[in-house]
């Protein structure tokens, strides 16, 4: 089975409102059976627009990645997010 993946593409605006958002995703995201692969760090467009901070979330299936995005917990502690940040948030199902 393909697994899923969380992928966010962000410009923080309020970086220690975002710090808060970290600190509360992470413990949730974790739990419900993620595990992060890219967070923040070094990075290049050389083509297109997007955010200047990224992140990609693997998790062991496309429907526990949307599961982990719609999760009601989750989706409370996001609001932080887009509070103070402004991102783009996709769920793509992996390679088989």
Do not use: C, W
């Amino acid at each position: 089975m393909p697994k899923g993946y969380i992928i966010g593409h962000i410009t923080v605006n309020d970086p220690e409102g975002y710090k808060e958002y970290v600190e509360k995703d992470t413990p949730i995201l974790l739990g419900l059976g993620g595990r992060f692969i890219v967070r923040g760090g070094q990075s290049e467009t050389p083509e297109g627009a997007t955010g200047l901070r990224h992140v990609i979330i693997e998790f062991p299936s496309y429907q526990a990645a949307l599961a982990a995005y719609n999760d009601p917990e989750y989706q409370k502690v996001a609001d932080i997010r887009r509070r103070t940040a402004t991102s783009t948030i996709i769920v793509v199902e992996g390679a088989a």
